[in-house]
C-alpha cells in the first residue's frame, strides 16, 4: 500500500533524515514483487519479496536516489528526488520502497505502482512528480 512510513514521521521530528543535497543522507530505492507486504506500517528495508538480482541487472537494495534540495512554497516545505532508471534491465515490480541506507536502512516512503510493471533487457524508470507543492513526494503542509 502506497504510504509514507509512520516511523519516517516521527524520526524527522528526531533529526534522523537529511534530505539536504550536500553532507545529507543518502536514499535509495528498492524494487519489489506484488508478494511483498509494505505499508505505513515497514520501518526498515528488507530483502523479503525484492525483485530478483539473479541476471537482471538490478542489484538487490537497489540505486541510491539524486534528492532535490528541500525549499518552500507558501506553507508547505517539500523534497523531492530525480527520476530514477534501472537501465537494459529485465525486471517485474510491483512497488518500490524509498529507504534512508545512511540510518539503519530505515524506511521513508512504499511507492505502489497499482500492478506489475515490467521492463525486459529495457529501462526500468521511476518518475517521480513535479518537485512542487501539490505533487512533490514529501511534502509538509
Do not use: W
Amino acid at each position: 500500500t502506497q504510504a509514507m512510513c509512520t516511523s519516517f514521521k516521527k524520526e524527522l521530528l528526531e533529526g534522523v533524515h537529511n534530505f539536504k543535497n550536500s553532507g545529507g543522507s543518502t536514499f535509495k530505492l528498492a524494487l519489489f514483487t506484488s508478494s511483498a507486504t509494505l505499508g505505513a506500517s515497514t520501518t526498515a528495508y528488507a530483502t523479503t519479496n525484492e525483485v530478483s538480482s539473479s541476471g537482471t541487472n538490478y542489484t538487490a537494495g537497489g540505486n541510491s536516489l539524486t534528492r532535490v534540495d528541500p525549499s518552500t512554497s507558501g506553507t508547505t516545505a517539500l523534497t523531492d528526488f530525480a527520476d530514477l532508471t534501472f537501465s537494459t534491465a529485465t525486471i517485474t515490480a510491483n512497488g518500490a520502497l524509498i529507504y534512508n541506507s545512511s540510518a539503519s536502512d530505515k524506511a521513508v516512503i512504499v511507492l505502489a505502482f497499482g500492478g506489475d510493471k515490467t521492463s525486459t533487457a529495457g529501462d526500468f524508470t521511476i518518475q517521480f512528480p513535479t518537485a512542487d507543492a501539490s505533487n512533490a513526494i514529501i511534502r509538509i503542509a
